[in-house]
């Protein structure tokens, strides 16, 4: 028997993660990283967790009980609060919980796409977004949202497949730490009417602005049209594992019942419901300090950016440009053409013990050769200043 | 727009569990419910939870960062030995950590299912099975163990469609409460090596033998016949839902490395890992007393399903035939061919207050109207015998 033979087609498409794999590899002292997009574990809420787990147990055995697949309802209906605050009214009905947001991801890529449809995605874009959708077979285009192509473009280039989203992070994304100004949100949208698709809005980041102004998710500008989330065409995906807990794994999605309804079966036949006592903790957690902690985590990586951005205007070399990210937790550099990303990776770790990720693996074409992206979140700011004066050295050489 | 014409072909499979929704409509006090087949949640530990909990939160915060996809390993590690006592040679290389035995049958759906794919299940079968597979768009032909159904008659059957393995959860299964004795375990391997498939074994309820004698899993027999894993067609899915935890969400794969290291990638793309702390505090409970806490649940099931056979002998008019189940949480009713098992719950929840599941939806053909499914895991002995007597009066009415 050879056991491969018995593989859907799809398993022709997974890979390894690069930079999980790589991630693997990290944990030898006296290496910089700044590869993984991992939260800072000394931000964690760890007393607060503390309290919240005592707390969820000593109430009784239903935190260890099987629990609904839409998700803890006072969660839920803590969620409605936070993301009216963020300009999208809704209602605990329009919400599910997913086990982190790249679960909302697989679940959306199971809803939308049968082989060969075409989702479109940034070029680059969340690696993870590519590998969950992926399972499902269909086409990458590429969503050029700066080179204002036009929805009759998009619709040639589907050929017979059919176009089911637009996918995007709009704040601070990763890997690139750019944000969508608010016309090019509108543009968007005015696109997916042309083509009458949905729009995934992957809101991982979305708390953690550092300076600029706020702009309106994606959502809420649809909702300013319609008036109704029962008649938005996006789904919002947001998640806590940048702010309270990625171990947890607690997200959320956000859409018309129509869309919610759908997902709930979709995570009753895939995993029944989220963990009981994961839900109810965050919950409890979420209302004590959410939205004081929040500015802790944000006043943190603020200075890690800032130092990381100091030390590359003082480092690099001419011809290396970089993003100048408003909030998140990436830099995105780009260098000189000749210059190949996994090549300066081998390079710095052998000689000056600096990882980061080479940007090729966030573009469906396997083009981005020449990119690199930095992480601040998980480093202090004079580790921040030596990794990145080792960066220069690495290719002043 | 019309948002269902952008959903995938697969949606339209999609339908609610009948048992999940109607678990929604039993809070009402003065029902008797023998529908969910959930354990009782006055046996989990909490305490030893709770102490779990506070210690894996106390040594630091890495209970609450991301981990791999492989699973936590001194779990993993536990679970090498608890295999090893059921008969099954591995190493932790051979276990995937999933959330819940649900999310292995979804994740070998998706590795092994391209649509119009065949999959043999018993009719018969574990609802969630057939729900997790679906999404796969899949066939479903009949596992007739008892009919001695030969390879090409299989083959000939499937059409042009692949056939790729067969599911069956061969100890006390969900729905009927059988078990498959040892020489039709030996004829299914022979059957999976003439048809060249896989076997996915479902072990949800393997812990739970009230009496007669432990029969080696599908897997441990194929060990004895190739000796080692790395050789095996079979695929065993584990679960702490029934022993430890429900609520935790935490289950396992057991599988040569080959389909293991394919299932990680599976889930790195779908929910990048299980949450940590959950992982750590199974853990550490499974070591402190799984073996100990797994005979005070043997024990109180055992007395319930007693009271359940004792009664209905006395309760059941003529006509009716039932399973006598050695382990697990099930008791199957056979009603004379006139009754219908959806009508018998209308007037059983009207007149007694009764409540359990009808048999249909359990046949992937809409088969077996005149059966029902009675758990008796999570109602004392004296409920069950009033529950039961109960059903006596509905059915000779």
Redesign the interface.
């Known amino acids: 028997?050879s056991?491969?033979?018995?593989?859907?087609?799809?398993?022709s498409r997974?890979?390894?993660?690069e930079i999980?794999e790589l991630l693997?590899l990290l944990d030898q002292p006296g290496i910089i990283s700044f590869a993984?997009g991992?939260?800072d574990?000394?931000l964690?809420p760890?007393d607060a967790?503390?309290n919240a787990?005592?707390s969820c147990?000593?109430d009784?055995?239903?935190?260890?009980?099987?629990?609904?697949?839409e998700g803890y309802l006072p969660l839920r209906e803590w969620l409605v609060g936070h993301m009216q605050q963020i300009g999208i009214e809704c209602s605990a009905e329009n919400i599910l919980i997913t086990?982190?947001s790249?679960?909302a991801l697989?679940y959306l890529g199971?809803?939308?796409?049968?082989?060969g449809?075409t989702a479109l995605v940034g070029w680059p874009t969340y690696l993870?977004a590519i590998?969950?959708f992926?399972?499902?077979e269909p086409c990458f285009d590429r969503l050029d949202l700066k080179a204002n192509r036009r929805a009759a473009e998009y619709a040639a280039a589907s050929g017979d497949g059919?176009i089911?989203?637009a996918y995007l992070s709009p704040d601070f994304a990763n890997p690139t730490g750019e944000t969508v100004d608010r016309a090019t949100r509108e543009s968007l949208l005015d696109l997916a009417e042309d083509l009458?698709?949905?729009v995934i809005e992957d809101g991982a980041y979305q708390a953690l602005r550092y300076d600029g102004e706020d702009i309106p998710p994606i959502l809420a500008l649809e909702l300013a049209r319609k008036g109704t989330i029962e008649a938005c065409?996006t789904v919002y995906c947001g998640s806590f594992?940048k702010t309270l807990?990625?171990?947890?794994?607690v997200g959320w999605v956000v859409a018309?019942r129509?869309?919610i309804s759908?997902l709930?079966?979709?995570k009753?036949?895939?995993?029944?419901?989220?963990?009981?006592?994961?839900q109810m903790s965050i919950n409890e957690v979420a209302r004590a300090c959410f939205d004081t902690h929040i500015l802790r985590v944000r006043a943190t990586y603020r200075r890690r950016r800032d130092a990381m951005l100091d030390t590359l205007r003082q480092e690099m070399p001419e011809g290396v440009q970089w993003t100048k990210p408003e909030g998140g937790m990436f830099v995105w550099l780009t260098l000189p053409q000749a210059h190949d990303g996994a090549d300066l990776l081998s390079r710095s770790l052998e000689t000056v013990q600096l990882a980061f990720v080479p940007g090729r693996a966030f573009f469906p074409d396997g083009s981005g050769r020449n990119t690199i992206r930095l992480s601040f979140s998980n480093s202090d700011e004079a580790t921040i200043r030596e990794g990145i004066k080792r960066l220069g050295q690495v290719l002043r050489h």
């Open positions: 028997m056991t491969p033979d018995l593989f859907a087609t799809r398993a997974m890979k390894a993660s999980r693997k993984g991992i939260p574990p000394a964690f760890a967790f503390a787990f005592q147990l000593g009784g055995p239903h935190a260890l009980q099987y629990s609904v697949s086990s982190g790249q679960q697989d199971k809803l939308y796409l049968s082989p449809d993870g590998n969950a992926d399972a499902y059919k089911k989203f009458n698709i949905a065409r594992s807990s990625p171990g947890l794994r018309s129509e869309v759908q709930v079966l979709v009753q036949a895939a995993d029944l419901h989220s963990p009981t006592i994961n």
